[in-house]
């Protein structure tokens, strides 16, 4: 409907629209976009208001609306249905429509009521401007109360922020309601890669290819562009209403979806909605997360509440896509799509689905007669507009990727030879991504985080849950995520460490959706927490304060490596990650160093006095889990047959004869008593703490040392390492309260002599091989003279 009026009438108006337009953009830009909102920039106020339909972890995880008053429309979707989430749009759409004199079957109580409700807004609006410019006259007054940024339906929030402090987002000129998000997330200065996307994103329309370290905040340097352009798109058309009385065409869009966002996992998927919700919590934009693992009547049912930003993965996406889900298929008004973690897409078990996806896209400034039949089925949204879509692709790795390295050393060239279908670049490319794309390449060379410590431990294959127990006992500070490249491996090791009283989450692919969620959330809510995971959370899942990354089984590639360790070390803060290596895994481990163009590589400080205790331990915890193991195997066996028999509708016939039950029960029963002594016994030994078989000189360590003891032992150490200066590899003490060490700590407290150089070691590799190769030909030399002397012996006789 609102193309038919736009279109009848556009000819006419158009001189007269772009008049206006480009007076209203030299106002827009003329705005000063700081925050405090004067009488004359707040034309925003009528708009705040609550997102209704929070999300988060939880609230999805359950996404039993009636548990979280979600509020989601159940039937059609309709407006009227949502209640409370999009009130003020929805009224300023049916105005308009009134205003154009097109609205159908409206009566005029209907309008009336529509211009009473529109009044009683006109009066909320003045009344706080009234207070917002009560607030500026006390600033211009030199008031030195900071100013305290409220959101306009909501007093309650009455955080005093000084926004002084965040004049490095200034040079930004981010919208004042994203700026209201960006106090309340206290986040004082936008990242680097934040400073670089936003301009080229946000004020200059490109298409943005972004690389930068793990955690360096990539969600936000895309999310901020969009929320930015959809609030300048809204304004501008508000702003329009009053002068012309015409509906203008990208309002009409709202409603559509304007944004969508492709992430690899579902569980980043829905922490990449849960930021952008926080970010957009002012602008009242919905932002709807659609993943596998939940129910599909669900998620139909929220997007059937016309959300303009998506989240997804290809998967689900392509599911109701394929279906023909309304909302997604209504692809013309897209004017933002993108890729996160692009290089993890084009990866087996995703490319399929997203190339569908990436194929639905309108095909932007390639527009062709297709397009043009699609657009007549689009109401609202001119060619200019599809024409317009920005692609973003991000990614830590991206420059790990042998095409994408070429591509961001070639800069914005075109690639010559790229017959590769499945490289990021030709699926950017298929998406619509134009040749002017701004790249933004801020990995150094070794793309690890800056402020990450890595160091690893080398050990035999049957030692590495001796060293990863020892690492989570003795410096169990922190949170700590262990990471397998097996489900296997990680219920082996998980079921270890809990018979060992180590409490422990898993997160792994085979898992149900609800439990994933459910293990992230606990992990989240617990300060020194462990998650054993496999690489389904490797990439991208942002959670504060995990100090340490174990490698418990070194990953298959690079990139993948890169993730991982990337867990820990995000924004500002610092990490380390630990990597067992075992002789298997040398030589992936030195292609792993040279991919990072590392030279040396810390080996992590182990206080081995620890292992015989250690390994006591492990031993009658690996008693307890094998006999535990074949008891549930047993029962497993049993209920299936059971069940089966059950089924089939037969009788199980015991065949054992007298004897053999007797057998069998004997063996039960001292399986049994094994079990309990084994038990008793370790939980005689777990009811100690963890000591070192001797007092070693270096280390003074134990459970149990009081705060008031480490300083003191530390001043110590500090007094006696000075004393000692000139000898500093020999005498340094390093003071360890069990439990009370992070694993960085100790990495950073140990001497230099625990550094690896990696050209040191590559070069005695180098001499040993040469050695063997020398002994090799002397005994081939030895043999060869023999043999020639028996000759000639045999000869002589
Ligand atoms: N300007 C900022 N100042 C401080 N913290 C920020 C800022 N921007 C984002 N953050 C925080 O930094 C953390 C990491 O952000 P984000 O998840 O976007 O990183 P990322 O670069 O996408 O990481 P990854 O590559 O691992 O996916 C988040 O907790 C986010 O809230």
Same mark, same amino acid.
């Given at each position: 409907?609102?193309?038919?009026?736009?279109?009848?009438?556009?000819?006419?108006?158009?001189?007269?629209?772009?008049?206006?337009?480009?007076?209203?953009?030299?106002?827009?830009?003329?705005?000063?976009?700081?925050?405090?909102?004067?009488?004359?920039?707040?034309?925003?106020?009528?708009?705040?208001?609550?997102?209704?339909?929070?999300?988060?972890?939880?609230?999805?995880?359950?996404?039993d609306e009636s548990e979280y008053n979600l509020g989601i429309a159940k039937s059609t979707g309709g407006s009227e249905e949502k209640g409370k989430t999009k009130p003020k749009k929805q009224k300023v759409?049916?105005?308009?429509?009134?205003?154009?004199?097109?609205?159908?079957?409206?009566?005029?109580?209907?309008?009336?009521?529509?211009?009473?409700?529109?009044?009683?807004?006109?009066?909320?609006?003045?009344?706080?401007?009234?207070?917002?410019?009560?607030?500026?006259?006390?600033?211009?007054?030199?008031?030195?109360?900071?100013?305290?940024?409220?959101?306009? %339906?909501?007093?309650?929030?009455?955080?005093?922020?000084?926004?002084?402090?965040?004049?490095?987002?200034?040079?930004?000129?981010?919208?004042?309601?994203?700026?209201?998000?960006?106090?309340?997330?206290?986040?004082?200065?936008?990242?680097?890669?934040?400073?670089?996307?936003?301009?080229?994103?946000?004020?200059?329309?490109?298409?943005?290819?972004?690389?930068?370290?793990?955690?360096?905040?990539?969600?936000?340097?895309?999310?901020?562009?969009?929320?930015?352009?959809?609030?300048?798109?809204?304004?501008?058309?508000?702003?329009?209403?009053?002068?012309?009385?015409?509906?203008?065409?990208?309002?009409?869009?709202?409603?559509?979806?304007?944004?969508?966002?492709?992430?690899?996992?579902?569980?980043?998927?829905?922490?990449?909605?849960?930021?952008?919700?926080?970010?957009?919590?002012?602008?009242?934009?919905?932002?709807?997360?659609?993943?596998?693992?939940?129910?599909?009547?669900?998620?139909?049912?929220?997007?059937?509440?016309?959300?303009?930003?998506?989240?997804?993965?290809?998967?689900?996406?392509?599911?109701?896509?394929?279906?023909?889900?309304?909302?997604?298929?209504?692809?013309?008004?897209?004017?933002?799509?993108?890729?996160?973690?692009?290089?993890?897409?084009?990866?087996?078990?995703?490319?399929?689905?997203?190339?569908?996806?990436?194929?639905?896209?309108?095909?932007?400034?390639?527009?062709?007669?297709?397009?043009?039949?699609?657009?007549?089925?689009?109401?609202?949204?001119?060619?200019?507009?599809?024409?317009?879509?920005?692609?973003?692709?991000?990614?830590?790795?991206?420059?790990?990727?042998?095409?994408?390295?070429?591509?961001?050393?070639?800069?914005?060239?075109?690639?010559?030879?790229?017959?590769?279908?499945?490289?990021?670049?030709?699926?950017?490319?298929?998406?619509?991504?134009?040749?002017?794309?701004?790249?933004?390449?801020?990995?150094?060379?070794?793309?690890?985080?800056?402020?990450?410590?890595?160091?690893?431990?080398?050990?035999?294959?049957?030692?590495?849950?001796?060293?990863?127990?020892?690492?989570?006992?003795?410096?169990?500070?922190?949170?700590?995520?262990?990471?397998?490249?097996?489900?296997?491996?990680?219920?082996?090791?998980?079921?270890?460490?809990?018979?060992?009283?180590?409490?422990?989450?898993?997160?792994?692919?085979?898992?149900?959706?609800?439990?994933?969620?459910?293990?992230?959330?606990?992990?989240?809510?617990?300060?020194?927490?462990?998650?054993?995971?496999?690489?389904?959370?490797?990439?991208?899942?942002?959670?504060?304060?995990?100090?340490?990354?174990?490698?418990?089984?070194?990953?298959?590639?690079?990139?993948?490596?890169?993730?991982?360790?990337?867990?820990?070390?995000?924004?500002?803060?610092?990490?380390?990650?630990?990597?067992?290596?075992?002789?298997?895994?040398?030589?992936?481990?030195?292609?792993?160093?040279?991919?990072?163009?590392?030279?040396?590589?810390?080996?992590?400080?182990?206080?081995?006095?620890?292992?015989?205790?250690?390994?006591?331990?492990?031993?009658?915890?690996?008693?307890?889990?094998?006999?535990?193991?074949?008891?549930?195997?047993?029962?497993?066996?049993?209920?299936?047959?059971?069940?089966?028999?059950?089924?089939?509708?037969?009788?199980?016939?015991?065949?054992?004869?007298?004897?053999?039950?007797? %057998?069998?029960?004997?063996?039960?029963?001292?399986?049994?008593?094994?079990?309990? %002594?084994?038990?008793?016994?370790?939980?005689?030994?777990?009811?100690?703490?963890?000591?070192?078989?001797?007092?070693?000189?270096?280390?003074?360590?134990?459970?149990g040392v009081s705060p008031l003891l480490q300083n003191q032992l530390e001043e110590l150490a500090r007094l006696k390492n000075s004393n000692n200066s000139g000898d500093v590899k020999r005498k340094k003490?390093?003071?360890?309260?069990?439990?009370?060490?992070?694993?960085?700590?100790?990495?950073?407290?140990?001497?230099?002599?625990?550094?690896? %150089?990696?050209?040191?070691?590559?070069?005695?590799?180098?001499?040993?091989?040469?050695?063997?190769?020398?002994?090799?030909?002397?005994?081939?030399?030895?043999?060869?003279?023999?043999?020639?002397?028996?000759?000639?012996?045999?000869?002589?006789?």
């Open positions: 409907m609102a193309s038919q009026i736009s279109d009848k009438k556009r000819p006419k108006k158009t001189k007269k629209r772009s008049r206006v337009e480009s007076v209203e953009f030299e106002r827009i830009n003329s705005l000063n976009w700081n925050p405090t909102l004067t009488e004359k920039d707040d034309a925003f106020s009528f708009l705040i208001g609550s997102n209704e339909l929070e999300g988060g972890f939880l609230c999805l995880e359950e996404i759409y049916t105005k308009n429509e009134e205003l154009n004199g097109e609205a159908k079957g409206e009566s005029k109580e209907e309008i009336e009521e529509v211009e009473k409700e529109t009044k009683q807004k006109k009066k909320k609006k003045k009344k706080k401007k009234d207070r917002i410019n009560k607030d500026a006259v006390n600033e211009a007054e030199g008031n030195e109360e900071s100013l305290a940024v409220t959101d306009g %339906n909501d007093d309650q929030e009455q955080d005093s922020v000084d926004e002084t402090e965040y004049y490095a987002w200034n040079e930004l000129r981010l919208h004042p309601l994203l700026m209201k998000s960006i106090y309340a997330l206290k986040f004082k200065e936008p990242t680097p890669i934040q400073k670089a996307c936003i301009p080229a994103g946000a004020h200059q329309g490109k298409d943005v290819v972004g690389a930068a370290e793990t955690g360096s905040g990539k969600t936000l340097a895309f999310g901020l562009p969009i929320l930015q352009r959809l609030l300048e798109e809204r304004e501008k058309a508000e702003r329009q209403l009053p002068e012309n009385g015409e509906l203008d065409e990208k309002v009409a869009s709202a409603g559509l979806l304007r944004a969508l966002i492709i992430t690899p996992t579902r569980e980043l998927a829905l922490q990449v909605t849960d930021h952008l919700k926080e970010a957009a919590k002012h602008s009242n934009f919905r932002v709807v997360p659609i993943v596998g693992g939940m129910s599909s009547e669900k998620q139909e049912r929220l997007l059937k509440t016309r959300p303009e930003i998506v989240v997804g993965t290809p998967g689900r996406l392509w599911e109701l896509m394929s279906g023909g889900e309304t909302h997604l298929v209504e692809l013309h008004s897209l004017s933002f799509f993108v890729l996160d973690e692009a290089d993890r897409m084009i990866e087996n078990g995703h490319f399929h689905e997203l190339q569908s996806i990436v194929d639905m896209l309108p095909m932007g400034s390639k527009s062709t007669d297709d397009d043009s039949q699609k657009s007549q089925n689009s109401e609202t949204v001119s060619s200019v507009q599809r024409k317009k879509r920005q692609t973003f692709v991000f990614s830590a790795t991206i420059a790990l990727s042998a095409d994408f390295r070429k591509k961001l050393k070639r800069g914005s060239q075109k690639s010559k030879a790229n017959d590769e279908l499945n490289s990021i670049e030709t699926l950017s490319e298929r998406a619509g991504m134009r040749a002017d794309a701004a790249i933004i390449d801020l990995t150094n060379a070794s793309i690890l985080a800056n402020k990450l410590e890595e160091s690893f431990i080398d050990c035999r294959e049957e030692d590495k849950d001796g060293y990863l127990y020892y690492i989570l006992s003795v410096h169990g500070q922190g949170r700590t995520i262990v990471f397998c490249t097996s489900i296997a491996a990680l219920r082996h090791i998980s079921s270890l460490l809990r018979i060992l009283g180590v409490n422990v989450w898993t997160l792994h692919a085979q898992m149900q959706q609800r439990a994933r969620l459910k293990a992230i959330e606990r992990f989240r809510g617990h300060e020194h927490g462990i998650l054993i995971a496999t690489d389904v959370a490797a990439r991208g899942l942002d959670i504060p304060g995990v100090r340490t990354v174990i490698h418990y089984q070194l990953p298959h590639s690079a990139e993948v490596y890169v993730h991982r360790s990337g867990r820990t070390a995000r924004a500002h803060s610092d990490g380390c990650s630990i990597a067992l290596i075992t002789p298997n895994d040398t030589s992936k481990f030195a292609a792993l160093c040279k991919s990072f163009s590392k030279d040396d590589f810390q080996r992590f400080p182990l206080e081995m006095s620890y292992m015989p205790e250690v390994m006591k331990r492990l031993s009658l915890a690996r008693q307890i889990d094998k006999i535990l193991r074949k008891d549930s195997q047993d029962k497993a066996k049993k209920n299936w047959l059971e069940r089966s028999a059950e089924l089939m509708e037969l009788v199980l016939e015991d065949n054992d004869s007298e004897e053999e039950r007797v %057998n069998n029960h004997k063996r039960k029963k001292a399986t049994s008593a094994q079990l309990t %002594n084994l038990q008793e016994e370790l939980k005689s030994l777990l009811s100690r703490p963890l000591q070192p078989k001797t007092f070693s000189k270096r280390y003074l360590a134990g459970a003490m390093i003071v360890i309260g069990q439990d009370c060490v992070e694993p960085l700590q100790a990495l950073r407290s140990a001497g230099p002599e625990t550094k690896l %150089n990696l050209k040191d070691m590559a070069e005695k590799r180098r001499d040993i091989t040469e050695l063997r190769r020398k002994r090799k030909e002397t005994k081939k030399r030895l043999r060869e003279q023999r043999r020639k002397q028996k000759k000639k012996l045999q000869g002589k006789e």
